[in-house]
């Protein structure tokens, strides 16, 4: 069981950063992927970057170019750097882990981009 605490969420002007930190309760050298999703009101969760154990990453479109995410292997730790935020960046992040085909997820925090 892999248990993950987010941390780093907030209320921002647009054109404004956030870094998100997702400590993981084990190495992450055990885990396939990690990434970040996000969720609005109304719409469906949706992959924003993810990051594989090999160090290859992918993004989301709108995301490309604007956020960034990484990993500390000595501190179990995955981070999202999100630059130039926009409103509909707004949504509640959720850090992801796959094990062996298993997703694990983390409680969530809330990104609020105001324009």
């Known amino acids: 069981q892999v248990q993950l605490v987010e941390s780093g969420g907030g209320l921002v002007q647009a054109g404004g950063s956030l870094r998100l930190s997702c400590a993981a309760s084990e190495s992450i050298f055990s885990i396939n992927a990690m990434g970040w999703y996000r969720q609005a009101p109304g719409k469906q969760r949706e992959l924003v970057a993810s990051?594989?154990?090999?160090?290859?990453?992918i993004y989301e479109d709108s995301v490309e170019g604007r956020f960034t995410i990484s990993r500390d292997n000595a501190k179990n730790t995955v981070y999202l750097q999100m630059n130039s935020l926009k409103p509909e960046d707004t949504a509640v992040y959720y850090c992801n882990a796959r094990k062996w085909a298993v997703n694990y997820w983390g409680q969530g925090t809330q990104v609020t981009v105001s324009s």
């Open positions: 990051i594989f154990s090999g160090g290859g990453t």
